[in-house]
């Protein structure tokens, strides 16, 4: 049995050290706002923060969880309220199956540098796939989001 603590909560959790954190958020914790894309890490579908830090959650395995603060897209942030304000706003999902990566990565972006510059977002956005291809609105959305929180402070 192992203690997990996801979005600020403690999970019990039996599985063994080497399965697929994703595996574990959706299937035995029951948060399914984090997705399956590709399964090699590469699309960014899955993207979750552990400590703060982007990791693709169907490549890292369980054990590497253990004693940290994992964060999902069902978590709740400062960063992430004007996030969504920002992607309702400009209409930045179409499909939305990349969407709960792409918040994520953006958060963790938001929560590291208060006015992101294009190059930074590009830099933190790089290996989430959109095959919607709504990359132009995700950059503004971010930007929007930037600016508003700075405000708010």
């Given at each position: 049995m192992q203690t997990l603590s996801?979005?600020?909560?403690?999970?019990?959790?039996?599985v063994p050290d080497?399965?697929?954190?994703?595996?574990?958020?959706?299937?035995i914790v029951g948060l399914t706002g984090t997705k399956f894309g590709c399964g090699v890490a590469q699309c960014g579908a899955c993207s979750?923060?552990?400590?703060?830090?982007?990791?693709?959650s169907c490549s890292t395995p369980?054990?590497?969880?253990?004693?940290?603060?994992?964060?999902?897209?069902?978590?709740?942030?400062?960063?992430l309220?004007?996030?969504?304000?920002?992607?309702?706003?400009?209409?930045?999902?179409?499909?939305g199956y990349c969407q709960s990566g792409q918040l994520i990565s953006a958060a963790a972006l938001l929560d590291a540098k208060e006015t992101p510059t294009d190059d930074d977002i590009d830099e933190a956005m790089n290996g989430n796939i959109c095959r919607c291809g709504t990359y132009v609105?995700?950059?503004?959305?971010?930007?929007?989001?930037?600016?508003?929180?700075?405000?708010?402070?």
């Open positions: 996801i979005n600020g909560k403690e999970y019990q959790v039996d080497d399965m697929p954190l994703l595996w574990v958020l959706r299937d979750i923060m552990i400590d703060g830090t982007v990791v693709r369980v054990s590497l969880a253990k004693g940290r603060q994992v964060f999902t897209i069902e978590g709740s942030s400062t960063s309220t004007y996030l969504g304000q920002a992607w309702k706003e400009l209409s930045v999902p179409q499909c609105r995700i950059k503004e959305a971010i930007h929007m989001a930037a600016k508003r929180k700075k405000e708010a402070i």
